[in-house]
C-alpha cells in the first residue's frame, strides 16, 4: 500500500464543473507536489508546496488551482477544463524540497474530461 | 534537450530471462542525483533506487541490480529472473542544480510473460 493516498481514484467531469482531487500523506514529509502524466508519457512537474507554501508552478493554466490547508494534505481545485486535461494526476512527498531528495507517489487520480 | 534518454521503448521477455533496460543521462553538473521508478498498470510511481554522482558503487537488492558508470553517462538497470509481477513502465529520471524538476526518461514499457 502506498504512503501517499490519493482521493477520488477516478474522476468523470464535464467542462463546466468544479471538483478537487485530495492528496494526504502522514510520514511527516515538507514538499508535495502535483504531476500530471498523458497515456504513454513521463509525469510532468505541476506544481510543488514548500513548507505549505507554493514554490513552484510549472505555467499551469489557473483552471487548475493548489492548495496546502496542513503539512499532510495537499488539494487541487479544478474548474473549467478542457478535454485535453485527460489525464493521470499523481500526488508525491519528499522529506523537504531539493534535488537528492527521492519522491514517493500516490496511485494517481484517473481525470476524464466530458 | 533531453536529459534522460531510455532508448529502449519497449522490452518483452519469457519470465526468468534476465533484462537490462538502458539510461543515459546528460548534466553539466558534477553533483546530480539519478532514480529508477517503477509504475504498475495500477499507476502509482514506485520509488526503486537513489545514487548520487559521486558514488559509482553498483548496487543489488534482491534480483535488481543497477550500474553506474559516470564514463559513459549510463544508469542501467537489470532485472534478474524475471518474473510476470515486474511486469510495469520503468522510468530513469535525473535531478540537478540546473533546475528544480525531476527529468524523466520517455520510460520503458516491460512486458514479463509465462
Known amino acids: 500500500d502506498t504512503e501517499v493516498t490519493q482521493t477520488p481514484k477516478h474522476l468523470v467531469m464535464g467542462m463546466t464543473n468544479k471538483k478537487s482531487l485530495k492528496c494526504e500523506q502522514h510520514m511527516g514529509h515538507r514538499a508535495m507536489y502535483w504531476y500530471k502524466q498523458k497515456a504513454k508519457k513521463p509525469p510532468e512537474l505541476m506544481f510543488v508546496?514548500?513548507?505549505?507554501?507554493?514554490?513552484i508552478n510549472e505555467s499551469v493554466p489557473s483552471r487548475f488551482s493548489p492548495e496546502c490547508p496542513n503539512s499532510s494534505l495537499l488539494n487541487l481545485h479544478l474548474h473549467a477544463l478542457q478535454p485535453e486535461d485527460s489525464a493521470l494526476y499523481l500526488c508525491?512527498?519528499?522529506?523537504?524540497?531539493?534535488?537528492?531528495?527521492?519522491?514517493?507517489f500516490g496511485d494517481g487520480t484517473r481525470l476524464s474530461i466530458l | 534537450a533531453q536529459k534522460v534518454t531510455q532508448a529502449q521503448t519497449e522490452i518483452s521477455v519469457v519470465e526468468k530471462e534476465d533484462v537490462t533496460l538502458d539510461c543515459v543521462y546528460e548534466?553539466?553538473?558534477?553533483?546530480?542525483?539519478l532514480f529508477w521508478y517503477k509504475q504498475p498498470p495500477s499507476g502509482e510511481l514506485v520509488f526503486l533506487i537513489r545514487?548520487?554522482?559521486?558514488?559509482?558503487q553498483n548496487e543489488i537488492s534482491g534480483r535488481y541490480s543497477w550500474n553506474f558508470q559516470k564514463s559513459t553517462s549510463s544508469f542501467n538497470f537489470t532485472i534478474t529472473a524475471s518474473q510476470v509481477v515486474d511486469s510495469a513502465v520503468y522510468f530513469c529520471a535525473l535531478s540537478d542544480y540546473s533546475g528544480y524538476a525531476l527529468n524523466f526518461g520517455k520510460g520503458t514499457s516491460l512486458l514479463v510473460t509465462p
Open positions: 548534466t553539466r553538473d558534477t553533483t546530480y542525483y
Open positions: 508546496y514548500s513548507y505549505e507554501k507554493l514554490s
Open positions: 508525491a512527498s519528499s522529506p523537504r524540497e531539493g534535488v537528492d531528495q527521492p519522491q514517493h
Open positions: 545514487r548520487n554522482s559521486f558514488d559509482e
